[in-house]
């Protein structure tokens, strides 16, 4: 199943998905490797078999194999660190923010790919995970490289169009068995 495939797998009441999917994958104005390497990361982030097998194929033929690996890297590490900082900005006990982390996150620093990439794959996965302490580290980094804010909010619709597919289609899934 393509991109179209997973559009047209989309039941009648999501036609919005179906039109939103369709947008921020197809007439993105991101740079193909921003625009592949958050469909990738944001598609593991979301959890879904069904999005990620169907996506991922689409992501890898557009992506060069450092892109491709580097997505894959910004899911994994920030799904980490999304629980990690969440947790400790959630606690009252505000000296666990004194506290080293202790977490290898080596990554960050040498993704393989442009650092401005990296982080925004990374930011909209944390978008995903719901991490405000994340946005906002990922955010200043992204503004402070020059990044507009319209560069960085395409990260995020990514990302929310992405979950609601994901989370529409695994439902309409397991009310089909």
Same mark, same amino acid.
């Given at each position: 199943?393509?991109?179209?495939?997973?559009?047209?797998?989309?039941?009648?009441?999501? %036609?919005?998905?179906? =039109?939103?999917?369709?947008?921020?994958?197809? &007439?993105?104005?991101?740079?193909?490797?921003?625009? $592949?390497?958050?469909?990738?990361? @944001?598609? !593991?982030?979301?959890?879904?078999?069904?999005?990620?097998?169907?996506?991922?194929?689409? *992501? %890898?033929? &557009? =992506?060069?194999?450092? *892109?491709? @690996?580097?997505? %894959?890297?910004?899911?994994?590490?920030?799904?980490?660190?999304?629980? #990690?900082? /969440?947790?400790?900005?959630? =606690? +009252?006990?505000?000296?666990?923010?004194?506290?080293?982390?202790?977490? /290898?996150? &080596?990554?960050?620093? &040498?993704?393989?790919?442009?650092?401005?990439?990296?982080?925004? $794959?990374?930011?909209?996965?944390?978008?995903?995970?719901?991490?405000?302490?994340?946005?906002?580290?990922?955010?200043?980094?992204?503004?402070?490289?020059?990044?507009?804010?319209?560069?960085?909010?395409?990260? #995020? %619709?990514?990302? +929310?169009? !992405?979950?609601?597919?994901? @989370?529409? =289609?695994? *439902?309409?899934?397991?009310?089909?068995?």
């Amino acid at each position: 199943m393509s991109l179209d495939n997973l559009r047209s797998a989309l039941p009648d009441y999501a %036609k919005d998905l179906r =039109l939103n999917l369709g947008s921020v994958i197809g &007439n993105s104005e991101l740079p193909a490797q921003q625009l $592949w390497g958050a469909v990738l990361a @944001t598609a !593991i982030a979301s959890r879904s078999p069904i999005v990620l097998r169907e996506l991922e194929p689409e *992501a %890898k033929a &557009n =992506l060069s194999p450092e *892109a491709y @690996t580097a997505a %894959k890297a910004a899911a994994a590490v920030m799904a980490m660190n999304n629980v #990690f900082y /969440r947790t400790r900005h959630l =606690l +009252s006990d505000q000296e666990y923010g004194t506290l080293r982390a202790g977490l /290898r996150m &080596n990554v960050i620093g &040498n993704p393989g790919v442009d650092k401005v990439d990296f982080e925004l $794959w990374s930011f909209a996965v944390s978008a995903i995970n719901g991490c405000g302490l994340c946005l906002d580290s990922h955010e200043q980094v992204l503004r402070k490289a020059g990044v507009d804010r319209e560069v960085v909010q395409e990260a #995020f %619709k990514i990302a +929310s169009v !992405i979950q609601a597919v994901a @989370t529409t =289609l695994d *439902a309409e899934a397991v009310l089909a068995e």
